[in-house]
Nanobody, 124 residues
Framework: QVQLVESGGGLVQAGGSLRLSCTTS?????MGWFRQAPGREREFVVG????????SYADSVKGRFAISRDNAKNTVFLQMNSLKAEDTAVYYC????????????????????WGQGTQVTVSS
């Protein structure tokens, strides 16, 4: 079992910034952030291969969001800048335990454990 605890969501005006955190009980092969807006499917936002730091971003957030990690604290961060109303969603971090992963999967089904989600609301 892997436990993931998220924090950092909230309400922000368009153009503002938020930083999400996800602390894991053990290091995973890949950490991902997904989001789900009301009435929509859960979608991939960004992922990071923990050992090498390779990242992959959804086109919709490139240049605005940045993922990083703190190895000592088993924590990944999602820095979200220039937020838009369409970024409003529940954000989830997820762990893919496959430590030999060379590519970051964007399908939620590839992730083994999930956080509880944190709400991000961007007002326009």
């Amino acid at each position: 079992q892997v436990q993931l605890v998220e924090s950092g969501g909230g309400l922000v005006q368009a153009g503002g910034s938020l930083r999400l955190s996800c602390t894991t009980s053990r290091r995973a092969g890949v950490m991902g952030w997904f989001r789900q807006a009301p009435g929509r499917e859960r979608e991939f936002v960004v992922g990071i291969i923990w050992s090498g730091g390779f990242t992959s971003y959804a086109d919709s957030v490139k240049g605005r969001f940045a993922i990083s990690r703190d190895n000592a604290k088993n924590t990944v961060f999602l820095q979200m800048n220039s937020l838009k109303a369409e970024d409003t969603a529940v954000y989830y971090c997820a762990a893919d335990l496959n430590s030999r992963r060379l590519v970051i999967k964007t399908d939620a089904g590839n992730y083994d454990f999930w956080g509880q989600g944190t709400q991000v609301t961007v007002s326009s």
